[in-house]
Structures are given as structure tokens and as C-alpha cells.
């Protein structure tokens, strides 16, 4: 398996601009989380999923945020518009049947708002 | 809600331990985990403690857990070069992980 892959690694916008970041779990894995890491603030949880329906997204931190997950192999998180404080490394991981609960993380995508 | 506290940095020389230690305020966690991220990485799960548990071993991995105090704790023997990375420490609560501040190890040849 390739594990969870997520694109674009890189994403350079200017502020106000709409990005799509893109997401694809382990197969077979049946949770979907989306963390968000800065300097300031660490690892944040902002959202996750479970067989593709939205459980907690006490995390998104306004209404310019949305995610969704419209099947088993893909998730995208939506920014609009941007702004330069959602300039972030943002990781996807996904989670099966586990007996420790582990969540497999993707390489992140680096997101810059100018 | 779950608060989770590590110290920023820690420097050893290569061939000796390494222990990074972890604080945490919630005490439900059935689980308690270590995560290591490489530069320009992911997180990837080193090891893990059933939280009745006190401690847990795996190859240079010592995992260490004093619930009375909300202390957790991460041994490497044998610190290597390839051991430099940023490690944080999670608990998990209603399948939603925690993480600390991250720890990072700089490991000196």
C-alpha cells in the first residue's frame, strides 16, 4: 500500500485566493482525519470522518473552512478565501481496524498565503 | 479539555539515552503514544502503552507511565544520528488524538 497520499506538497497563494487541498486514505481504512501544524499553535485536529460522514468538526476554525469526503478514497479541505494566517503544513491520516487506535499520517501539504 | 506538555529540545551525544518526557491532564486515554516527525515529514507511530500499563518495551524503546502523576516518558538507548527528529507524545480521547508540543531531539555526532 502507499499509504495516505495527499497533493498538492506544496501550495504557494496569494491571500484571498480559494484552495483545494486533496486526500487519499489507506484503502480499507474507514476514519479520515485533517490536522493542521503551525509553530505557534502545534498539531491542531480540525475535522475527522468516519465511513465518509463528518463527526467532529470542532476544529474548523471559521467558515472559510470546509471538508468534505464525497467516498472512501478521497477527502478534500477547502480554504476560501485565504488568508496569510491559514499558512500552515497540513497532514491528513486515516485509521482502521486497530486494536491501538493508530492513525497513519500523509507527507502534508506546506501551504503559503501570501 | 485534554492539555498535553513537552519540553521544546533536548541534545545528546550519539551512543547515549536519550528520555523525553511528556505531561498530560486528562487521565481517560486508553491509550498513550509516541509519534516521531522527520523533517519534511509525516508523523509515523513509534510506539504506544495500554494506560494500565507502567511500562513497555520495544528494541531501544522504553516507554515509561506514572498515571498518579500524568507523566509519560520515551528512553531511546543507544541514541543514533538517524534518532533526530521532533517527537510528540498523544493521548486520545473519543478517537481524536492529542498531541503535545513536540520534542526536539538533536543528537550530536
Known amino acids: 500500500d502507499a499509504g495516505v497520499i495527499q497533493s498538492p506538497r506544496h501550495e504557494v497563494t496569494e491571500m484571498g485566493q480559494e484552495v483545494t487541498l486533496r486526500c487519499k486514505p489507506i484503502?480499507?481504512?474507514?476514519?479520515l482525519f485533517w490536522y493542521r501544524q503551525t509553530m505557534m499553535r502545534g498539531l491542531e485536529l480540525l475535522i475527522y470522518f468516519n465511513n465518509n460522514v463528518p463527526i467532529d468538526d470542532s476544529g474548523m476554525p471559521e467558515d472559510r473552512f470546509s471538508a468534505k469526503m464525497p467516498n472512501a478514497s478521497f477527502s478534500t479541505l477547502k480554504i476560501q478565501p485565504s488568508e496569510p494566517r491559514d499558512s500552515a503544513v497540513y497532514f491528513c491520516a486515516s485509521r482502521g481496524l486497530s486494536s491501538y487506535n493508530e492513525q497513519f499520517f500523509g507527507p502534508g501539504t506546506r501551504l503559503t498565503v501570501l | 479539555g485534554e492539555d498535553v506538555e513537552q519540553s521544546l529540545f533536548l541534545s545528546v551525544r550519539e551512543g547515549d539515552s536519550s528520555v523525553i518526557n511528556c505531561t498530560y491532564t486528562?487521565?481517560?486515554?486508553?491509550?498513550l503514544y509516541w509519534y516521531k516527525q522527520e523533517p519534511g515529514a509525516g508523523l509515523q507511530l513509534l510506539t504506544y502503552i495500554f494506560s494500565n500499563m507502567d511500562m513497555k518495551q520495544d528494541q531501544r524503546l522504553t516507554v515509561l507511565l506514572n498515571k498518579k502523576d500524568k507523566h509519560l516518558s520515551l528512553r531511546i538507548a543507544d541514541t543514533q544520528t538517524g534518532d533526530s527528529a521532533i517527537y510528540f507524545c498523544a493521548g486520545c480521547a473519543t478517537n481524536k488524538l492529542i498531541f503535545g508540543t513536540g520534542t526536539l531531539l538533536a543528537v550530536q555526532p
Open positions: 486528562d487521565s481517560s486515554s486508553t491509550y
Open positions: 484503502s480499507g481504512h474507514d476514519y
